[in-house]
C-alpha cells in the first residue's frame, strides 16, 4: 500500500497516514521509457554531491533523474550552490582532479599564489609551496609563508596549536570532544597571540568556515586547517576555475551524464514522498503537482532547502528533526567592470594595479569575511577585456544583503582601494550584485550532534553534502563530492546492482604526525582506564 506522508497528527507505526493523494491532486511523470531492467534514482540537488552521486549511477547503469530546484527569481546560480562561497580548489582535491582527468576538461589555471589584506593593509603573501624545499609540518607552512607584519614571536605561538591538531583525528569521539567549543577558545587555549589570531586565523575562518572565531565550532576548525593547510606543506596551493564553475565542470560534466542517459529536470522543488508501510522505502518523489517514481533516492541539497522539505513531510523523524538546528550562511557577490586595465607595473600611476589575483581580506564588517579576484587574470572570457573585472565575495553577509546595490558598490570600492594602488581614480561602468541566503552551511559549536549520517531510517534515502558525517577527511567542494560518491555507493549495496565507486582516500600522514597520533591515543586510553576518568568535562 502506497502512502503520501503530510503534516498531521495521525500516526501509524511512525509513519504518517490517512492522507494519501487523490489521482487527480498529482500527476504521474514518466521518468523517460523505463527499462525494465533497470531501476530508478531520483537524486535531489545538483552541486558537487549531487552531481557526484548521479555521475557514478549512471554509469552503472541506472535509471537516473536528477531534480535541479532552482530559485523564484530565476537566478541560474541557485540551481547549483556550490558555485558560490569557495572558488579554489586546493591541492588535496584528489577526486575532484581525478574527476576532470575522466571527463577530459582543462578548467584549472595554473597553481596560483594569493595574498591576505588587513584594515593596515597587506599581512601575508602566500606562495606557491610546492616549488619550495619541503619541510615536516607545520614548519613548512610556517617559515615558507611570508608574514609582512607580524612578528615570529607571533608566528612562534602557533605552534601548541600542534596538540590539539594530533588529538583531533577525525573519529566522533574527537568532533564531541572539540565541537562544543569555539574557535576562539581553542587558539586562547593553546596560547595563540592576540596579533595572530585577529591578523591571521580570523580572517582565514571567515573565508574557510564563512564565519568569525567565536561563531565557528574548534572541531570543524581544525578538520578545515589541517586539510588544506596543516597536513602537508603543499596542501595549501590551489588552482582557480577559468571560468565559472557551473560553465567550466557542471555543463560538460552533465552533458556526459546526459549522454548516459541521466535526465536533468530544472525548477522541480520537492514538496512530499510517497512511501511503501511494508518496507518502509520511498516510492515516489513529489515535485509539486508530478512525481517521480525512485527504487532509491539520493538527498544532496544545501541545508536551507532540506529545512523546507523537513517541514512539509518528514517532521515525525527525530533524525531529521534535529536538522532543523543546523543553519546557513549568506553570501553576497559583488562584480565590477571598471573603466581602466589592469596594469602589471607598479610605477605606472594611471592604471589599477593588482598584484595577486586571489586575496582574502579582513575589516569590512566585524562579522563578514571576504575575498577579491582579478578576474582578468583568472577568467578566459575577461582575459583580452579593455578594462579590468572585479569580483568580491562577502561571507556571513547578512548585514549586506538589505543594502541597496548603490550603496553596496560604493563601499567596495572605498574598501578595495585601500588595497589597490589608484583604484579610487577608477570608475565602475558595470555592476552584477547577487545575494545567495543561507546558502552555505554553518559549522556553529555544537552543531556535529545535529548533523545527519549518510544513510537514514528510510531503506533507501541516502544524504549527501559537506554537512554530512563521514570519516573521509576532506573538506569544502571535495567533501561534498566525496560524499555524492559515499552515497552513490550506499546505492549500489541497497539496490545490489553495480559496482563501488572508487573514493581516493586523503593522502597518508606524514611519519611524524602519525607517531605523535598512536602516542596519543595510547596516553588517551590509559587516561579513561584511571578512576574518575568521566567525572570532569572533557
Request: charged fraction near 25%; glycine fraction near 6%; charge should be negative.
Amino acid at each position: 500500500m502506497l502512502s503520501c506522508w503530510r503534516v498531521t497528527p495521525s500516526l501509524f507505526n511512525g509513519y504518517r497516514s490517512g492522507f494519501c493523494c487523490r489521482a487527480n491532486d498529482v500527476q504521474t511523470h514518466v521518468n523517460g521509457v523505463q527499462n525494465k531492467n533497470k531501476k530508478r534514482v531520483v537524486v535531489v540537488g545538483s552541486g558537487w554531491a549531487g552531481l557526484g552521486a548521479a555521475h557514478h549511477l549512471c554509469k552503472q547503469g541506472f535509471e537516473v533523474t536528477v531534480l535541479q530546484g532552482g530559485s523564484d527569481s530565476g537566478s541560474r546560480n541557485l540551481l547549483i550552490p556550490d558555485d558560490v562561497g569557495i572558488h579554489g580548489f586546493w591541492y588535496p582535491y584528489r577526486n575532484i582532479f581525478s574527476l576532470v582527468d575522466e571527463l577530459d576538461i582543462k578548467p584549472f589555471t595554473n597553481w596560483t599564489s594569493s595574498a591576505h589584506y588587513s584594515e593596515e593593509g597587506l599581512e601575508v603573501e602566500f606562495p606557491i609551496f610546492q616549488d619550495l624545499t619541503q619541510l615536516p609540518t607545520p614548519l613548512g607552512t610556517l617559515f615558507n609563508t611570508k608574514f609582512v607584519r607580524l612578528p615570529l614571536l607571533d608566528r612562534l605561538s602557533s605552534l601548541p596549536l600542534m596538540a590539539a591538531v594530533i588529538d583531533f583525528d577525525n573519529t566522533d569521539t574527537a568532533w564531541r570532544k572539540y565541537d562544543s567549543m569555539t574557535a576562539r577558545e581553542l587558539f586562547r587555549e593553546f596560547g595563540c597571540s592576540q596579533r595572530l589570531y585577529r591578523d591571521v586565523f580570523d580572517p582565514l575562518l571567515q573565508v574557510g568556515l564563512y564565519a568569525p572565531g567565536e561563531q565557528c565550532s574548534a572541531a570543524a576548525t581544525l578538520g578545515m586547517l589541517y586539510y588544506i593547510i596543516l597536513a602537508h606543506q603543499k596542501d595549501f596551493d590551489f588552482v582557480w576555475c577559468r571560468g565559472t564553475v557551473r560553465d567550466k565542470i557542471f555543463e560538460p560534466w552533465m552533458d556526459c551524464m546526459r549522454s548516459n542517459g541521466c535526465k536533468f529536470l530544472e525548477g522541480k522543488r520537492v514538496t512530499d514522498f510517497f512511501f511503501d508501510e511494508e518496507t518502509g522505502c520511498i516510492s515516489e518523489v513529489i515535485c509539486g503537482r508530478e512525481k517521480y517514481k525512485a527504487d532509491a533516492v539520493v538527498s544532496a541539497v544545501r541545508i536551507s532547502t532540506l529545512q523546507d522539505i523537513i517541514e512539509n513531510t518528514l517532521s515525525t523523524r527525530e533524525e531529521f528533526l534535529k536538522v532543523l538546528n543546523l543553519s546557513g550562511i549568506d553570501v553576497l557577490t559583488v562584480k565590477l567592470r571598471l573603466d581602466r586595465k589592469v596594469h602589471g607595473c607598479f610605477y605606472c600611476t594611471s592604471q589599477v594595479n593588482i598584484p595577486k589575483p586571489v586575496n582574502t581580506c579582513s575589516g569590512f564588517e566585524d562579522s563578514c569575511g571576504w575575498t577579491f579576484f582579478d578576474l582578468n587574470a583568472i577568467h578566459d572570457e575577461h582575459k583580452d577585456d579593455p578594462v579590468t573585472v572585479l569580483q568580491a565575495d562577502f561571507h556571513h553577509a547578512n548585514e549586506l544583503l538589505l543594502l541597496k546595490d548603490e550603496l553596496i558598490v560604493a563601499k567596495v570600492m572605498n574598501q578595495l582601494s585601500k588595497f589597490i594602488d589608484n583604484l579610487k581614480d577608477a570608475s565602475v561602468v558595470d555592476q552584477e550584485i547577487e545575494r545567495f541566503p543561507k546558502s552555505l552551511t554553518h559549522f556553529f559549536p555544537g552543531s556535529y550532534k545535529h548533523m545527519m549520517q549518510g544513510s537514514t531510517s528510510f531503506p533507501n534515502l541516502f544524504m549527501a553534502g559537506d554537512w554530512i558525517k563521514t570519516r573521509h577527511g576532506s573538506w569544502l567542494q571535495e567533501k561534498s563530492y566525496v560524499t555524492g560518491l559515499e552515497a552513490a555507493n550506499r546505492v549500489v549495496d541497497f539496490l545490489e546492482e553495480g559496482d563501488f565507486a572508487k573514493i581516493i582516500p586523503v593522502e597518508e600522514e606524514e611519519p611524524h604526525i602519525q607517531a605523535l597520533r598512536s602516542l596519543n591515543r595510547s596516553f588517551n586510553q590509559v587516561k579513561d582506564q584511571l578512576p574518575w576518568s568521566d567525572y570532569f568535562l572533557p
